[in-house]
């Protein structure tokens, strides 16, 4: 005998005005909590860089509600932090389930993260503010391999983070991280990256941007993700320092592109600032085989 769980699904570009710009990600509204080998089947069923699953914390009605639960998959994996999913998220419960209060509190693997509507929404598009926590940047020599496999020969600087475990690596332009093409498979197989979750690549920007980046992340089944909201915890703390500011406008230069708006606050975090356009809504048929 089967059971049906019927799941209010969405798709939210985020980090952009325009649809089909941006990052996609997958929103599943639960109406309780599902095992993780199926969320992940889930996730691997939408094959986006990252789905979504959100549902009231102590059972409140979904549009009083204040605080919330929310997990991230990759198409392979969970993830401790994701920004592009909380901000679609966000745009979601804000605009189509009608949450009533303009902050929401979600209770993550990275602790509590704060969404909050923004000045600037228009009639196609949601802004929104995320506080998340900023990861420590640790000077670190370039990995041979991972240069190699990005086809560059030398970079200006590397760091990881600490809390993430994301390898950055700075180059001297925006136009050589515009540029490059990287060797996923080397990617993928160098020893040097295994302890990081992904690589992401930076350089100061061109006007109206202080800096651009991509992100790699072969590992968790991302090659290369469109605009990474949890690599901008570790970005801003780094660029602040270099270039003298704590308030700054980042492009991710993928193929689809995005903006964030990007703060570093005095107290360990960071807010990220940027735009979502929900691009459909459906439901989830899921039938799971009863005991």
């Known amino acids: 005998m089967q059971n049906t769980h019927t799941i209010p699904l969405y798709q939210v570009d985020a980090f952009t005005r325009i649809p089909f710009r941006g990052n996609p990600a997958a929103v599943c509204l639960l109406p309780h909590l599902l095992d993780d080998v199926l969320m992940q089947a889930i996730a691997a069923e939408m094959n986006l860089s990252e789905t979504a699953f959100v549902m009231p914390v102590d059972n409140a009605p979904w549009a009083e509600a204040t605080t919330f639960s929310l997990r ?8 401790r932090l994701c920004g592009h999913a909380t901000l679609g998220t966000a745009a979601v419960l804000f605009d189509a389930v009608g949450v009533q209060t303009d902050a929401v509190t979600f209770k993550t693997l ?10 600037g929404s228009d009639a196609a598009s949601l802004r929104i503010k995320l506080d998340f926590p900023a990861d420590t940047p640790v000077p670190c020599e370039p990995p041979t391999g991972a240069l190699h496999a990005l086809g560059v020969t030398a970079a200006q600087a590397a760091v990881y983070g600490t809390r993430a475990r994301d390898l950055l690596i700075q180059l001297a332009d925006a136009q050589l991280v515009r540029d490059l093409r990287p060797d996923f498979t080397a990617l993928l197989t160098c020893e040097e990256l295994a302890t990081y979750r992904g690589l992401m690549v930076t350089a100061p920007g ?5 800096f651009v980046s991509r992100f790699f992340a072969p590992r968790v089944g991302i090659n290369e993700d469109p605009v990474t909201g949890s690599a901008h915890t570790l970005l801003t703390p780094y660029w602040s320092a270099r270039l003298g500011k704590t308030e700054m406008l980042a492009y991710q230069a993928s193929a689809r592109g995005g903006e964030i708006g ?30």
């Not at 990275?110 to 000045?119: E, F, K, P, V």
């Open 72 to 79: 991230w998959f990759t198409p392979k994996v969970e993830v």
């Open 262 to 291: 990007v703060r570093l606050l005095g107290n360990g975090r960071v807010e990220l600032l940027g735009h979502a356009v929900i691009v459909f809504k459906g439901e989830l048929s899921v039938a799971v085989e009863s005991l």
């Open 110 to 119: 990275s602790g509590d993260l704060i969404a909050r509507r923004a000045a």
């Open 206 to 210: 061109e006007p109206p941007y202080d």
